[in-house]
Structures are given as structure tokens and as C-alpha cells.
């Protein structure tokens, strides 16, 4: 087991960020892998927390988009419901 924790704290080379970069790559492969290196616990430290870290900004900017798309959706309603006045 201590072989294991080490082998997960160690730093991830070059060919690790490049396969792992090539799989978030794929459609839907990748955003189910972000999960799986997120929530593993045999996966590689600096992935993990690379993968919560990509998940958190993913949650952030579908919130904002909501948030943009519900208030930008009220004023294109408010100004088509204003213009039938004319």
C-alpha cells in the first residue's frame, strides 16, 4: 500500500498531462472521466486535483451562463413585449 501512496504523490511527466489532456478530448468520454479522476482513490494527486479544480470552473461558467441567459431572456421579452405598442 505505501508503494501506492507514493506512486500517487509523485509528479505526473509529461506523457501522463499529454494521454490525459488527448482523453478530455474525447466527447462525453471526458467529462465522465473528469469524475472519475476527481472521485478515484487510486488516481494520481496532481490529476485529482487538477479534475476538481476543471469541474469547479465548469459549475461556475454553466451557472453564469444560466444566470446570463435568464436575464438576457428577460430583456429580449420586455423589449418585444414594448414594441408591440407601436
Keep these: 500500500m505505501n508503494?501506492?501512496?507514493?506512486?500517487?504523490?509523485?509528479?505526473?511527466?509529461?506523457?501522463?498531462?499529454?494521454?490525459?489532456?488527448?482523453?478530455?478530448?474525447?466527447?462525453?468520454?471526458?467529462?465522465?472521466?473528469?469524475?472519475?479522476?476527481?472521485?478515484?482513490?487510486?488516481?494520481?494527486v496532481n490529476r485529482k486535483n487538477w479534475a476538481k479544480a476543471q469541474l469547479i470552473v465548469l459549475a461556475v461558467v454553466i451557472g453564469l451562463v444560466i444566470l446570463f441567459g435568464i436575464l438576457f431572456g428577460a430583456i429580449f421579452a420586455s423589449a418585444l413585449a414594448g414594441s408591440q405598442n407601436y
Excluded: C, H, R
Design 3 to 44: 508503494e501506492l501512496e507514493n506512486s500517487n504523490q509523485k509528479p505526473m511527466s509529461v506523457k501522463d498531462w499529454l494521454i490525459t489532456l488527448l482523453i478530455m478530448a474525447i466527447p462525453l468520454v471526458g467529462f465522465i472521466m473528469l469524475f472519475v479522476y476527481a472521485f478515484s482513490d487510486t488516481e494520481n
